[in-house]
């Protein structure tokens, strides 16, 4: 429960300025329910201690320095509180907090019951005389709790039991609950929305939306639009309309989920759908001033309680983080989240809440499938695609990085554009300090420093698969004619190639110069890009590399193909067949273009190869590409063009390939070669280290 002690304050400093109606409470809480019984008012530091002192019982009798004993001073107040009742009856409390409760209750439809309840537990908070008389009681049962309010506020203890229930209009507002688990001091049974909420509604002047300024906010303006999402333009067409005709016809039960990974948008989304709608949108509150994290129940309460007074004006609320409500248990333990302890709760506020609702999570497993059903859009907010992406960097980082750098942040879809804005803030706010030579090294530190956090690979500089200046297909020994596919697919933008052939024999270098002539993005996805250690993870990431690739227009390439598609006859565990299934059903159903590259063709699932439109066999390079590759690569290399008599030596090479020309110019960056001879050399080293040796293979 909210506890308030430390924040209240004491209204009446002592018993002259007493509020008559704080004054009958006290009298009440002495007499009828004997709160003049209790304690011992012998010390005089009592009062500062917290029950009643003597002292004070003698100033509410006006007895002085008189002489009396307990006798008489509990007759003197039980004649006080006989006076007060024929006198005091009907007395209201205090000007600026009935002015504040009437309104609240005009807009939540408080009874006149629930507005004095209300006003009692606010003044318990706030009135140190009334609450240090209640505790004279001391610990009290929830019964008990009833039949003293019912003494208090003198209303028959049936209806205060019922205005207090949880079914009651103070509990489904959120303004006011009891803690219902045990003995406790009067005060501590009053669960009020917020810890500021009691010293607030008793200033003057407070407007019903100042009472949640801690817990719902005025969200901040949006940073992007909706031209930003060009993903979820699918999703907007439908959104949009349907939030303003709820809007306009006051419809209720309005909920839409979004979900994603943490910095793809969800936030800046709900907030550009606010402005495109015109139309206030409020902040359920994850932390208060002060910082301190905000527990679930007590959002869900300023979320109710939100629902009502924000009901008459067109606004959205959001509600981000919700896994605060839907995921805040702890289940080792046996605990359950919020959701699950109050599903008849959150269920109605899904089914009946005024004000339409855009709820928001990084994750959607923590929901349990009975809340799914109710939210009438679930939206999946993913990484933006690759161009968005480049425009969002751009944007950002106006000024700051360079087009190959955008292109090199752009690149990574594990990369959220929250994360790329936050880093460039960062270095901008500081660039008086750096060097502008300096400004993309600082961006991209920043930025992979939480990709490595994150658990994923970090951008690198230099792209180590990029395709050589040099790159030909003519270089490439395959079965087909490479550069007659590459316009087929031009002209049909669709199909399903698997690649096969000897380790480096250009295959994965294919596909990334086929990605180029296309004009598309290439994801690449290997094996320990999608293979974990957890069950059923390992399908979940090939539907989501099939899902980024249709999401981006991407041509989709998975290297080693051979570690999903195993022939399912030979498969020693379920998830092996688990494996296979998924991957075929990926390929089956992706519209664009879907590259696979196996050394092990053999060994591929029969069923598999039958889903490939073109198999194309990738072997070790003839003579005369093998030739001319070393005449193009001396050349690069500024070694002259070979002498002639070396082509005898690399004809013998009969396993050589295009991965190997790549091995020895990386090896040529830090031991220069001085000639051709020895550029030829590292080639034959290469082909040396092979299984086989020199030996005769190949076809033509």
Known sequence: MVNQRNSRRTRSNGLADLHPLIRLWVLRLLVPLGGDARGAPRARDYYEAGPVSEGVLRALVSAGNERFDRGQLHAALRRQHAKAERNLHGARPPVDLARNVDRLAELVGLSDLDRRILEFAVLIN?????????????????PKFFDCLAVLLDAPAAEIRAALSPQGTLAQSGLLTIDRSGLAMMRAKFDLMSETFA?????????????????????????????????LQGFLALLLPFLKASLDSGRKGVNIFLHGRPGTGKSELSRAVAA???????????????????RGYHRLRAYQVAQCIFAQRPSLIVFDEVEDIFDDGFSPFGRTSTAATRKANVNRTLEEN?????????????????????????????????RQRERIIANACSGLIDDAAIARLAGSEDLAPAVVTRSASLVRAISVELKESAHIGAVELLANATLEAQGFRP????????????????????????????????????????LYGPPGTGKTAYGRWLAAKLDRPLLVRRTSDLLSMFVGEAEKNIADCFRCAERDNAVLLIDEIDS????????????????????????????????ATTNLFEGLDPAALRRFDLKVRFGFLQAEQSWRLLVCHCGTLNLGRPPSWLKARIRKLSQLTPGDFAAAVRRNRFSPFASAEAFLLALEEECAVKSGGRSSIGFI
């Open 459 to 498: 951008i690198r500089r230099n792209d180590p698969n990029a395709l050589p200046e040099t790159y030909d297909p003519a270089f490439i020994n395959s079965d087909t004619d490479l550069e007659k596919t590459a316009e087929g697919l031009v002209r049909a933008q669709s199909g399903r190639l698997c």
């Open 126 to 142: 706030t009135e140190t005389i009334l609450d240090d008389t209640a505790d004279r009681l001391g610990h009290i049962s929830t």
């Open 354 to 386: 005024a004000v339409p609702t855009i709820w928001i999570s990084n994750s959607i497993t923590s929901l349990d499938p009975a809340f799914i059903r109710r939210f009438d859009m679930v939206i999946e907010v993913p990484v933006p695609p690759r």
């Open 199 to 231: 010293d607030l509604i008793g200033e003057p002047d407070v407007t019903p939306e100042s009472l949640l300024k801690e817990t719902a906010r005025i969200a901040p303006p949006a940073n992007l639009s909706l031209d930003d999402y060009p993903h």
């Open 276 to 294: 495109k709608l015109s139309c206030d949108l409020f902040e359920i509150a994850s932390a208060n001033f002060e910082g301190e994290p905000v």
């Open 564 to 595: 999903f598609l195993r022939d399912r006859r030979a498969a020693a565990h379920n998830w092996e067949v688990s494996l296979v299934n998924e991957m075929l059903t990926g390929i089956e159903s992706f519209p664009g273009i879907f590259i």
